[in-house]
């Protein structure tokens, strides 16, 4: 029995096909353009995911053969607008697009201020989430508003086209700020405040319901958004204990924490979501440049990543004071500020190439620590975390994690397979078609630790000296 995972990421599609004790059969990926019609604008054509979507379904099935069931993830709160013949209505409008400021401000205003979104939704008003974009067209686009009959995530465009279903799940719900998390459902009080119509929203389901299926007969889990497939995919499930988290170093970064029961402190830019296990919950940080910031200054530098890592392997910890701020997209956790702006400190003529590479890696490592310690003590029930499950491009190598394990001081995991969202959307399509019984069990049955990256104890007392400067510089430059 095979189970497939479709991914609809911000830079491509990508595909798995696994069997039944966990092992990758198959993968297939097919890339998409972004396109940033203005600073702060970030949009895609969500015609494009769905033809990305045919070419690696069909070359995981030349590969594998057919699935017993598919599962979906994907980028997580892109407004697609639909009308009532199902045509996209105007380009998806992404996770990291920062257009929404007002909106946002407006949201609050409606719903009584922030302790009224949070009230309601259990979450702040953020630029990146969904509802705020809806409220953007409305407002600036109103022809192509007046056009609007029904409204979805980027992964249930997919499952549209394969299905011809509307669907969603919980966790994706929840970063829509339509969604109430402690509740597990549509929010009638922000629904009403902004008066949106309840037909334009799907139904959302628990993560491993079917919902409906392919023209070949083929089950399609609900599915979850990337962030809460890619923590199922690497097991933190919220049955390993508390003290597990999930880690990611990839365009952006996160840090993702099991919770025990409901919690939300949406003032801390921590978003709270249900998760893809009924009846669970996580806390979940991103700052939005992580491997991104890395990324950045290679592209800038025109080196091979090879070449700027072993150069700032021959920096200390600290790099002589050179400190950097990851906000080249602004920031969400745990500053909820678009406006924020990155920033080399420190600077000396000592300083080479090498120390602004490692600056990089230490910097983005000082805001992940920063989301850690909000994510494990949110709303009183976070709790302590002992361990990270590392995913992610940027977990790939051995200096940044490394870097990464004594700034959090916490050892971190590798998986046996570090797939992310493609290989928790697997698991959630194989229980959708009986390859396994539950979420929880699919994990048992295949993820397994491989390798454990522990702190270094002398670059973890350097770092916790220089934190405290680092946390200084967001305050003290802020525009």
């Not at 009959?149 to 994706?172: F, H, I, N, Q, W």
């Not at 009638?188 to 139904?203: Q, S």
């Not at 491993?208 to 399609?220: F, L, S």
């Not at 929880?440 to 630790?449: F, W």
Request: glycine share 14%; hydrophobic share 45%; charged share 20%.
């Amino acid at each position: 029995m095979t189970a497939f995972g479709l991914d609809v990421g911000t830079s491509s599609v990508k595909g798995l096909a696994v069997g039944a004790g966990g092992e990758v059969l198959a993968r297939a990926e097919v890339a998409h353009d972004l396109s940033t019609p203005r600073p702060g604008w970030s949009e895609q054509r969500p015609e494009d995911w769905w033809a990305g979507a045919e070419r690696v379904l069909a070359e995981l099935a030349a590969a594998a053969g057919a699935p017993s069931g598919i599962g979906l993830s994907g980028q997580m709160h892109g407004l697609v607008a639909l009308d009532g013949a199902d045509r996209v209505v105007r380009p998806a409008l992404l996770w990291n697009d920062q257009r929404t400021t007002a909106e946002c401000a407006e949201i609050e205003r409606r719903l009584g201020g922030p302790e009224g979104v949070a009230k309601a939704t259990g979450n702040a008003a953020l630029t990146g989430l969904t509802a705020p974009k809806l409220l953007w067209l409305e407002r600036h686009e109103p022809g192509a508003y007046a056009r609007v009959r029904s409204v979805m995530l980027p992964k249930d465009y997919v499952r549209l086209r394969l299905t011809g279903e509307r669907a969603t799940d919980v966790t994706d719900a929840s970063g829509t700020l339509w969604f109430d998390v402690r509740e597990r459902r549509w929010s009638e009080r922000m629904l009403d405040a902004l008066g949106l119509d309840r037909a334009w929203l799907p139904p959302a389901l628990e993560s491993a319901e079917a919902t409906g299926a392919t023209r070949d007969g083929v089950p399609v889990a609900a599915g979850a958004g990337d962030q809460g497939a890619g923590a199922l995919g690497v097991g933190v499930d919220g049955t390993g204990g508390d003290g597990i988290a999930s880690v990611v170093l990839g365009t952006s970064g996160v840090v993702l924490h099991c919770l025990p029961g409901y919690g939300a402190d949406p003032a801390s830019g921590i978003q709270a979501s249900a998760h893809a296990v009924p009846g669970g919950w996580f806390a979940m940080g991103v700052i939005l440049s992580a491997a991104g910031s890395l990324r950045w200054l290679r592209d800038v530098l025109d080196v091979p990543y090879e070449t700027l890592l072993a150069e700032a392997e021959r920096w200390p910890p600290g790099c002589e004071g050179l400190y950097f701020l990851p906000y080249l997209t602004g920031e969400r956790a745990p500053h909820a500020d678009p406006g924020a702006r990155g920033a080399f400190v420190g600077l000396e003529l000592r300083h080479d190439r090498g120390a602004l590479v490692r600056a990089v890696l230490e910097g983005v490592a000082y805001a992940l620590r920063d989301v850690l310690d909000v994510v494990a003590g949110l709303g009183g029930v976070g709790g302590s975390v002992s361990l990270g499950r590392l995913s992610g491009g940027g977990g790939r190598g051995d200096l940044w994690p490394a870097i990464l394990a004594s700034v959090l001081e916490v050892p971190l995991e590798r998986t046996a397979v570090d797939e992310g969202a493609a290989y928790g959307a697997a698991l959630l399509g194989g229980v959708a078609g009986g390859v396994w019984p539950s979420p929880q069990e699919a994990v048992a049955a295949c993820v397994r630790p491989v390798a454990t990256i522990e702190p270094d104890g002398a670059w973890s007392a350097t770092y916790a000296e220089l934190r405290p400067r680092y946390r200084e510089l967001y305050p003290a430059l802020r525009p």
